[in-house]
């Protein structure tokens, strides 16, 4: 099972910060939070990933909590090409190598 | 650098067929993995490798087998297709693959409808 809990749907107005927010209650302390998104039934595309500070790229920032049991994802300046379903993923170990667990996602829908 | 690759795009079978999925990357990773998505769902691990030579099932590797005789090739083989296997799959492939920083990539997929 998914160890991310997100909304299933937000809206954002085109050129406004999309903020989506997942919880990870019971994550641990070596396990990363990573962000993909899927376009329109596409692969999904790697976002960022975080394991405790606040991280930021050229495609968006991660803010996680300091408890670690929440996370939020900032699209600074979202446009209409942002409309996808994001997934925020706990990466667990398996094994000797670590596994993406997807839930069911965010529908971000990006409007004029 | 093509990035994964997956052949066919689309592929229709009949219950009780077998066939094989075609996954390839140039990226000289070591990680290999294949997923299925069912519609409105999220992807779930079938199979997965470490290296050539290697491999491991996932969350759901009933009806699927797999093998890794190169680095940059993991097909995919549906044994005998069943309708429970409609979906779409994603290949998808990482420098190393352990816990930590490791990035995966995804392949377009591969959509198949199984009569």
């Known amino acids: 099972d998914a160890k991310t809990t997100q909304p299933p749907s937000m809206d954002c107005a085109e050129g406004r910060a999309a903020n989506l927010p997942c919880n990870h209650s019971t994550i641990s302390g070596n396990e990363y939070v990573y962000w993909y998104r899927q376009i329109h039934s596409q692969g999904p595309q790697y976002i960022i990933h975080g394991l405790k500070n606040n991280e930021t790229n050229e495609m968006a920032s991660l803010i996680i909590t300091e408890d670690r049991k929440s996370s939020t994802l900032i699209l600074p300046h979202a446009t209409l090409r942002d409309t996808a379903v994001y997934y925020c993923i706990v990466r667990v170990a398996h094994g000797n190598t670590g596994k993406l667990i997807f839930g069911q996602g965010t529908t971000l829908q990006v409007k004029p | 650098n093509a990035g994964v690759t997956q052949t066919p795009k689309f592929q229709v079978l009949k219950t009780g067929q077998s066939m094989t999925l075609q996954c390839a990357q140039d990226?000289?990773?070591?990680?290999m993995s294949w997923y299925r998505q069912d519609p409105g769902m999220g992807l779930r691990l079938i199979h997965y490798s470490v290296g050539a030579g290697i491999t491991d099932q996932g969350e759901v590797p009933n009806g699927y087998n797999v093998s890794r005789s190169t680095t940059e090739d993991f097909p995919l083989r549906l044994l005998s297709a069943a309708p429970s296997q409609t979906s779409v799959y994603f290949c998808?492939?990482?420098?190393?693959?352990?816990?930590?920083?490791?990035?995966?990539?995804f392949g377009p997929g591969t959509r198949l409808t199984v009569l």
């Open positions: 990226m000289n990773h070591e990680y």
């Open positions: 998808a492939s990482s420098l190393q693959g352990g816990v930590g920083t490791d990035t995966q990539y």
